[in-house]
């Protein structure tokens, strides 16, 4: 059974760096062909890709993002770890971890909401 | 890369068929058949209904189907039930040396 989840703060202030880890179970992002994505969402839009990281190390980037964006993985506690600096209230979102699988999102975890405020 | 253009809702009645529509460019849409779309409803997490343009996944009734035309992908909902008023989304995969994921900005499904 596959399962994700994400963890991290629920609020950062401004210019601060947001670090959010996805713990998963039921796969291994050693497999060849696997990958692991953050994608957010802010309240009442659409979703918006921001990274990838797949089985083999290599790290890929939204290009609106990839200034800020930081992804990386460790195998052997099954977590992908992001970190976005340099947080704006525009970045208050609900962030999702998905596997990536054959070029499609097939698992998702439940998301976090994470406020950016003073 | 800018996001696909999709209606921003539709809506049909129990029974009927309705058709989403997400339109993109021959670098992402057009130029790969790599188009996935999914199901949100409120308060929920995505959920893959359709992939490589027209696959269902186990599970995912055959209500659902997706093809592609060009730049254009769709997404097919027949036989209309009150559970599948929710939000789509597609999602087009693209690029070869360096990876682009690019979202549609959401259809909201009603059924009447």
């Known amino acids: 059974q596959v399962t994700l989840r994400e963890s991290g703060p629920a609020l950062v202030k401004p210019t601060q760096t947001l670090t959010l880890t996805c713990t998963f179970s039921?796969?291994?992002?050693?497999?060849?062909?696997?990958?692991v994505s953050w994608i957010r969402q802010p309240p009442g839009k659409a979703l918006e890709w921001l990274a990838l990281i797949d089985w083999d190390d290599d790290k890929y980037y939204s290009t609106s993002l990839k200034t800020r964006l930081t992804i990386s993985k460790d195998t052997s506690k099954n977590q992908v770890v992001l970190t976005m600096t340099n947080m704006d209230p525009v970045d208050t979102a609900t962030y999702y971890c998905a596997r990536s699988h054959d070029r499609n999102f097939d698992y998702w975890g439940q998301g976090t909401l994470v406020t950016v405020s003073s | 890369q800018s996001a696909l253009t999709q209606p921003r809702s539709v809506s049909g009645s129990p029974g009927q068929s309705v058709t989403i529509s997400c339109t993109g460019t021959?670098?992402?849409?057009?130029?790969?058949?790599?188009v996935s779309w999914y199901q949100q409803h409120p308060g929920k997490a995505p959920k893959l209904m359709i992939y490589?343009?027209?696959k269902r996944p186990s599970g995912v009734p055959d209500r659902f189907s997706g093809s592609k035309s060009g730049n254009t992908a769709s997404l097919t909902i027949s036989g209309l039930q009150a559970e599948d008023e929710a939000d789509y989304y597609c999602c087009s995969y693209a690029g070869s040396y360096t990876l682009h994921v690019v979202f549609g900005g959401g259809t909201k499904l009603t059924v009447l």
């Open positions: 039921g796969f291994s992002l050693s497999t060849s062909g696997m990958c």
């Open positions: 021959s670098s992402d849409v057009g130029g790969y058949n790599y």
């Open positions: 490589d343009v027209s």
